[in-house]
């Protein structure tokens, strides 16, 4: 999934959205919401086309989930990339949360695998366990940080090379050849694991 359609109109209006839900006002929090509700839907389907089937949360609660948590924080919304950016993370952290809780529960068995794609990949990559692709994240923000937050907003956000360009505020070249370095070394880092 590519990056929402942007027309400048509809960028300015979901971030004046934002800032008007952030100042407390709960209309424009409930227009945001209708505003950008399918395309979080989307951005939560496309994560659960890469689990295993039958999986106990679904992408509904998982929105609603990640709305939830955000609905309290105090974010100083920038504008939409950002906003969608911070959604990508919480979708991240409750799926990392529940994969965590059920392999508790089971002690170890039937790990939820994702497959490591993005909307602008070529070919398919190698399926990763979830919580072995969010441990290796980790370890890769330890070596590049940068690197780390552009696969997490393509992968988890879905967002593409210009959305996350603007969300970090470089350029795209650099997405791209960041991207390039995040892949092959989580494609060492996964395929040691196996």
């Known amino acids: 999934m590519s990056s929402p359609p942007r ?3 509809q960028q300015g209006d979901i971030t004046q959205l934002l800032q008007d839900w952030r100042a407390g006002d709960e209309q424009a929090r409930e227009r945001l919401i209708q505003r950008v509700y399918d395309t979080l839907h ?6 659960f086309a890469r689990e295993r089937s039958g999986h106990t949360l679904q992408p509904t609660a998982l929105v609603h989930e990640a709305f939830i948590n955000l609905d309290g924080s105090r974010i100083d919304w920038r504008d939409r990339n950002h906003f969608y950016a911070t959604v990508a993370r919480a979708m991240r952290r409750l799926l990392v949360d529940h994969a965590r809780a059920r392999q508790r529960a089971i002690r170890g068995g039937d790990r939820i695998r994702v497959e490591l794609t993005g909307s602008e990949l070529p070919a ?3 399926h990763a366990d979830l919580l072995a692709l969010d441990d290796a994240l980790e370890r890769l923000a330890g070596h590049s940080q940068r690197a780390a937050d552009i696969m997490e907003l393509t992968y988890f956000g ?31 880092q996964l395929g040691e694991g196996t």
């Open 7 to 9: 027309s400048e109109h």
């Open 42 to 47: 989307k951005l939560a389907d496309r994560q």
């Open 124 to 126: 398919p990559e190698p």
């Open 158 to 188: 879905g967002l593409d090379r210009q959305a996350v360009a603007e969300v970090l505020g470089i350029g795209s070249r650099t997405v791209d050849r960041d991207l390039s370095l995040a892949r092959a070394w989580l494609r060492r």
